[in-house]
Each structure stands twice: as structure tokens, then as C-alpha cells.
């Protein structure tokens, strides 16, 4: 089955630390560019992380850049995201999303989504 | 910063059509794709590249960008297309998404 597994969410307190991870399977991981993308209670989505394939290409969204890592180990088809200096703004459900792609090119679209880990930052 | 600008919330009757607008600086010049949420469940994709349909997606989910709106349209709204709706585009190394727009059906 192709699919994304979340883990690592849990509550913490300002100021610190989570590691978040991604675990693909059913489709070749190493092929595909990867995001973080965040929703906080009640709210909207924000685009937090991209990473190219390869990893070599890393884009943050200013809300996170210093404070996020974003990396990935293809030989284990997984995803992480280093999370440091949080905030309680940083309270959210964290999503990881394949960016599409198909025989023709990039489908300019996240095509599939994990069921999410939520990030509790408070006291 | 690029932003993407959607009306809070459409209301519908069952078997209209549903139109959610976009709007964004010259965002027909790039592609725009649509999610749909339901509660708590992940967003799925229901239109990319402006006009594509997903395998899966049924046809009356449809898709439109020109100038500086995109929009997602909805013939025969079924009950089941009440969820939240979010555009995204690409711009500058930045995936933006709109606010998002609340359906309701009824």
C-alpha cells in the first residue's frame, strides 16, 4: 500500500526539542521530493520544509527558519524533522506530503499525505 | 511574501454547483492545485495543475485559472463534498496555501 507514517509528536515544554519522522512505503521514496506542512487547531494549512529528492536541496518557511532541520535517509525510506527552540505557535498537527510526479513531469501538487503527529509546545 | 486569498466559507444546495475562488498576484501565470479536508482526516489533492483531476476524483470536481483567481467548481454538490477546501501554488521556493473555504452543503 503506497502511504506515509508519522511519529515523534508529543507535548513539550517551550524551548524545546522534538524529532519528527516520516515512514514511506509502496512507492520508491528516493525519487520523490518531500515537505512538512503544519495545521494548527482550527486553523489552516502552512507549508513549514521541503526537501529535494536527493536531500541536497533544502527549502525552510521564515516562521521556522533556525529553529527546524528537515532530512531524510533514503536507504530507509524515511523523512525527519528536527524541531529546536519551539514556541507555542509551533502547536500543530504535523503533516508529511510526497510532491507529485508523473510520466509527464512534476504534478505541482502534494499527492499524498500522512495522517499527521500532533506537536503539543506548552507548560 | 506570495498569499493566496479564498472566501471563509460557501454555502451550497445539494445538486448545485459550488464555485471556491483563489485569488492571487498574477496566479494564472503559475499552476494552482485544491485539497480537500474533512474533520479530522489529512487533506487529499482533488484537482492539480489547474485543470487535472487525481485518479479517483470524481468528475464533477472541476478546475480553472486564468489572471489572478483559480477556481475550483463542484457540479451536482453532494453532502459528501461538505469539507474544508485549500488552493496552494508555488512561488520562490515558497509552497503557499489560501486560508481555506469552508463548504457547507445544504
Known amino acids: 500500500e503506497v502511504q506515509l507514517v508519522e511519529s515523534g509528536g508529543g507535548l513539550v515544554q517551550p524551548g524545546g526539542s522534538l524529532r519528527l519522522s516520516c515512514t514511506a512505503s509502496?512507492?520508491?521514496?528516493?525519487?520523490?521530493?518531500m515537505s512538512w506542512v503544519r495545521q494548527a487547531p482550527g486553523k489552516g494549512l502552512e507549508w513549514v520544509s521541503h526537501?529535494?529528492?536527493?536531500?541536497?536541496?533544502?527549502y525552510y518557511a521564515d516562521s521556522v527558519k533556525g529553529r527546524f532541520t528537515i532530512s531524510r535517509d533514503n536507504a530507509k525510506n524515511s523523512l525527519y524533522l528536527q524541531m529546536n527552540s519551539l514556541r507555542a505557535d509551533d502547536t500543530a498537527v504535523y503533516y508529511c506530503?510526497?510532491?507529485?510526479?508523473?510520466?509527464?513531469?512534476?504534478?505541482?501538487?502534494?499527492?499524498?499525505w500522512g495522517q499527521g503527529t500532533m506537536v503539543t509546545v506548552s507548560s | 511574501s506570495y498569499e493566496l486569498t479564498q472566501p471563509p466559507s460557501v454555502s451550497v444546495s445539494p445538486g448545485q454547483t459550488a464555485s471556491i475562488t483563489c485569488s492571487g498576484d498574477?496566479?494564472?501565470?503559475?499552476?494552482a492545485c485544491w485539497y480537500q479536508q474533512k474533520p479530522g482526516l489529512s487533506p487529499v489533492l482533488v484537482i492539480y495543475?489547474?485543470?487535472k483531476r487525481p485518479s479517483g476524483i470524481p468528475e464533477r470536481f472541476s478546475g480553472s485559472n486564468s489572471g489572478s483567481t483559480a477556481t475550483l467548481t463542484i457540479s451536482g454538490t453532494q453532502t459528501m463534498d461538505e469539507a474544508d477546501y485549500y488552493c496552494?501554488?508555488?512561488?520562490?521556493?515558497?509552497?503557499?496555501f489560501g486560508g481555506g473555504t469552508k463548504l457547507t452543503v445544504l
Open positions: 506530503a510526497r510532491w507529485g510526479r508523473e510520466e509527464a513531469g512534476p504534478k505541482d501538487a502534494f499527492d499524498l
Open positions: 526537501s529535494s529528492s536527493s536531500g541536497f536541496t533544502i
Open positions: 498574477k496566479l494564472g501565470d503559475r499552476y
Open positions: 496552494q501554488a508555488w512561488d520562490s521556493s515558497n509552497w503557499v
Open positions: 509502496g512507492f520508491t521514496f528516493s525519487t520523490y521530493e
Open positions: 495543475q489547474d485543470t
